[in-house]
């Protein structure tokens, strides 16, 4: 079983900059798929962005271009650069893992955005 560990939430005025961290630990090999999603109060959980093995990445089109995911294979971590913030990027941010559809989900880090 995967264990993974969130860090780097909080409050920050908009247009500044967090970084997210999720580290993994436990049955973590393989991970395919590292990624984040958040949530807000009464929506279903979205994804922000997703990074394979082998380097690929995706992002939802609100993020791009403001927001950078990346991994460190050899810390099982994954990060989230999130800069130029808005007030609606507001959420709850989580880590997700997935390996080989075998899904955990981190404990969620709350990231707040004030106008």
Do not use: H
Not at 21 to 26: E, I, N, Q
Not at 67 to 82: E, G, H, P, W
């Amino acid at each position: 079983q995967v264990q993974l560990v969130e860090s780097g939430g909080g409050v920050v005025q908009a247009g500044g900059s967090l970084r997210l961290s999720c580290a993994a630990s436990g049955s973590i090999f393989p991970i395919n798929t590292m990624g984040w999603y958040y949530q807000t109060p009464g929506k279903q959980r979205e994804l922000v962005a997703t990074i394979e093995s082998y380097g690929s990445t995706n992002y939802r089109d609100s993020v791009k271009g403001r927001f950078t995911i990346s991994r460190d294979n050899a810390k099982n971590t994954v990060y989230l650069q999130m800069n130029s913030l808005k007030p609606e990027d507001t959420a709850v941010y989580y880590c997700l893992v997935d390996q080989g559809g075998r899904l955990t989900w981190g404990q969620g880090t709350q990231v707040t955005v004030s106008s």
